[in-house]
């Protein structure tokens, strides 16, 4: 049951208050040249106007795939990352050990990923984690950001990380490590 206030209260605020939160973008273009259509003014929006942007006919609603890797990227590091990355999930799944990723991770990723793994074994598994997209953005000749995501039991997941190329050291395995890790 309704209490009698709250309705009396609900009918007399709903009619008296209006509100408008959408106002247009100040302008911050610079002036088009002669000829083009002209800039509409700052203020708020109209009541009927459509906020979506027209398109062309060219244009499918969708952007295009990118079929080529971005300048700069190095092909090697983005099949070892690919690698690596798949080695990390089947770690945290428990279908490979943790010192099988000394090869491509730094000693102490190596036991961040463990403890990972570890803190993983309670409760039921919601199935194998599966590497979906990954992208590298250089940040350097010898280093690259990595983000991606990854599915596990219907859920999109993020990961992200830094890879390095490393030279040869004692051990004498030179090439691509990965130095710092983010798994959501």
């Known amino acids: 049951m309704t209490h009698p206030r709250a309705t009396e209260h609900h009918r007399t605020t709903e009619h008296h208050r209006t509100y408008r939160f959408l106002t247009r973008a100040p302008l911050a273009e610079p002036p088009l040249p ?3 259509p002209q800039p509409r003014t700052a203020g708020p929006l109209p009541a009927r106007e459509s906020r979506a942007a027209p398109r062309g006919p ?9 079929r080529t890797p971005p300048p700069g990227t190095d092909p090697q590091a983005r099949r070892f990352t690919e690698a690596a990355l798949r080695l990390v999930l089947e770690v945290l799944d428990h279908r490979r050990q943790p010192p099988q990723l000394r090869a491509v991770l730094t000693p ?3 036991d961040v990923v463990a403890a990972l793994a570890r803190r993983t074994l309670t409760g039921p598994r919601p199935g194998a984690a599966t590497l979906q997209r990954l992208h590298l953005h250089p940040t350097g000749p010898d280093a690259a950001e990595v983000f991606g995501t ?3 039991g ?6 992200a990380g830094r890879v390095e190329r490393t030279p040869g050291g004692s051990e004498g395995q030179a090439g691509w490590r990965i130095t ?3 798994v959501g």
């Open 150 to 152: 990854y599915a596990r």
């Open 180 to 182: 710092s890790l983010q």
């Open 58 to 66: 060219s244009h499918a609603g969708c952007s295009p795939a990118r």
């Open 154 to 159: 219907g859920r999109v997941l993020a990961i």
């Open 108 to 110: 102490a990723m190596v």
């Open 34 to 36: 002669s000829g083009g």
